[in-house]
């Protein structure tokens, strides 16, 4: 992380009121201080363009809640070293619908 940052990652909710998580981003990105911390939305419904909305705002990645421990823990760690997880694999798409199943976080799929 580049010194003198006030902090090494920033996770937002989308929901949140008066101001929305997009907009809570695009004031960070805004701040000479902190406009490099690498950012990890939070959202209880991912809409159809969320993933083009959060790339076009430099979001880092997304998760849709709740998620997984492992998965939020993966996603921070994937974003920590740099690494973006694939767009539209980190939204939670894996959580409540996999039955319940504990499967790996869609973006480590065996080949």
């Not at 998620?67 to 798409?93: F, K, M, N, Q």
């Amino acid at each position: 992380m580049k010194a003198g940052a006030p902090f090494d990652l920033a996770v937002l909710d989308y929901h949140m009121p008066k101001m929305n998580g997009l907009d809570l981003a695009a004031a960070i990105r805004n701040d000479n201080l902190v406009h490099d911390v690498p950012i990890l939305m939070l959202t209880s419904i991912m809409e159809p363009n969320d993933d083009a909305r959060f790339r076009a705002a430099r979001i880092d990645g997304h998760l849709t809640k709740p998620a997984r421990a492992t998965l939020l823990l993966d996603t921070i760690v994937s974003i920590l070293h740099g690494e973006r997880p694939p767009a539209g694999r980190t939204d939670g798409t894996s959580e409540p619908r996999d039955g319940g199943l504990d499967l790996p976080p869609p973006w480590k799929e065996s080949a």
